[in-house]
C-alpha cells in the first residue's frame, strides 16, 4: 500500500557550544523558536512502546503517532529484512504491524511515519493492541481512553529550528536537562531512505560535538530517570539503546 504521509529521516548528535555557529557557516537559516510540552501514552505494561509505537499529544501539534513505516517483508520493503546492516554494522529489520519484530537499530538513523489522522492512528493502535475499532473512537481522546492508554512520560522541550536546504535541524533542551540535535529531512518513499539517511548523517557529523557511542534522545533519558523498569524492557526488547552517558557527562 502507499505510506500514508510521508516518513521522516533523522539522525541525532550531541550539540555543543559551537553548534549554532557552524550552522551558520553551513548556511542555516533560523526558522523559529518554540517551547512545547509532550505527553506520551502507552497501556499500563508498555505494549504500544514495547511494539516500537510512540504515541503522544503535542501542544500545537495535537495527535501524532510515530511508528515504523512499513510493514515487515511488505512490498515496498526497503530491503531492510534480516541480513542487511546499517552503518554501525547492527541489523536492521523492518518492523510492522507485528509487536514482536525487531526494532530499528536505535542510536542511529530513525525512519518513522508520523501518522496524524484520527482514523489511521486508531486503525494503527486498535492492530498494535489486538482490539477491534469500536465506533465510536472517531476522535483520538476517546479511543485512548477505550483503549485504558495512560500517560507515561510528559516533558516540556525548548527547540530552536533551522532550516538548512531541504534539511531541518533541531536544536532541543528538554525540561529535565538533557539537550540533544536532530537532523531531519522527510521522504515519501521507503526506496528513498537510504540516500536521505547518508545524507542527514554526514550533517549531524558535520554538526555534532564528536561522540564514541549513539547519541540518546530525549526519551532514553527520560526513561532512564523516571521509569527504570519501562526503560530496562525497551532496552532488553531492543527499542531504546542504553545510555552509557550519564548527564552528569555533559
Ligand atoms: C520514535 C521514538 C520516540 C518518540 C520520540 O521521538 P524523538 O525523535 O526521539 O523525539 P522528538 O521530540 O525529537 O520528536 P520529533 O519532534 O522529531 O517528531 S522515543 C524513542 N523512539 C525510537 C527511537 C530510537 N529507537 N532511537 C533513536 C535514536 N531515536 C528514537
Avoid at 129 to 148: E, N, S, T
Avoid at 180 to 197: D, K, L, N, R, Y
Avoid at 201 to 223: A, D, H, N, Q
Wanted: proline share 8%; hydrophobic share 40%; with cysteine.
Amino acid at each position: 500500500a502507499e505510506p500514508t504521509g510521508s516518513i521522516e529521516v533523522e539522525a541525532k548528535f550531541m550539540v555543543g557550544p559551537g553548534t549554532e555557529a557552524r550552522l551558520v557557516v553551513l548556511g542555516a537559516v533560523l526558522a523559529g523558536a518554540v517551547s512545547f510540552q509532550d505527553q506520551y501514552y502507552d497501556t499500563p505494561d508498555g505494549r504500544l512502546t514495547l511494539a516500537d509505537h510512540w504515541l503522544r499529544h503535542r501542544e500545537g501539534a495535537g495527535w501524532e503517532l510515530k511508528c515504523p513505516p512499513w510493514p515487515a517483508g511488505g512490498a515496498r520493503d526497503p530491503g531492510y529484512g534480516p541480513g542487511a546492516t546499517s552503518q554501525d554494522g547492527s541489523t536492521r529489520a523492518a518492523t510492522s504491524l507485528n509487536p514482536g519484530a525487531p526494532a530499528q537499530p536505535p542510536g542511529s538513523t530513525t525512519a518513522y511515519q508520523e501518522l496524524t489522522s484520527p482514523a489511521a492512528v486508531v486503525a494503527r493502535l486498535c492492530a498494535i493492541l489486538a482490539v477491534a475499532p469500536d465506533p465510536g473512537w472517531a476522535c483520538i481522546p476517546v479511543a485512548v481512553a477505550g483503549l485504558g492508554l495512560e500517560v507515561f512520560a510528559a516533558f516540556r522541550t525548548q527547540r530552536r529550528s533551522y532550516r538548512l536546504g531541504r534539511l531541518s535541524v533541531d536544536l532541543d533542551e528538554a525540561d529535565f536537562g538533557y539537550a540533544v540535535g536532530e537532523v531531519e529531512t522527510a521522504v515519501t518513499h521507503p526506496w528513498e531512505v537510504p540516500a536521505a539517511q547518508e545524507e542527514v548523517t554526514r550533517v549531524g557529523r558535520e554538526l555534532g560535538v564528536e561522540v564514541t557511542g549513539p547519541v540518546m534522545g530525549k526519551m532514553s533519558v527520560y526513561l532512564q530517570q523516571y521509569r527504570p523498569q519501562h526503560y530496562e524492557e525497551l532496552v532488553q526488547a531492543g527499542r531504546l539503546v542504553r545510555d552509557k552517558m550519564p548527564m552528569g557527562g555533559r
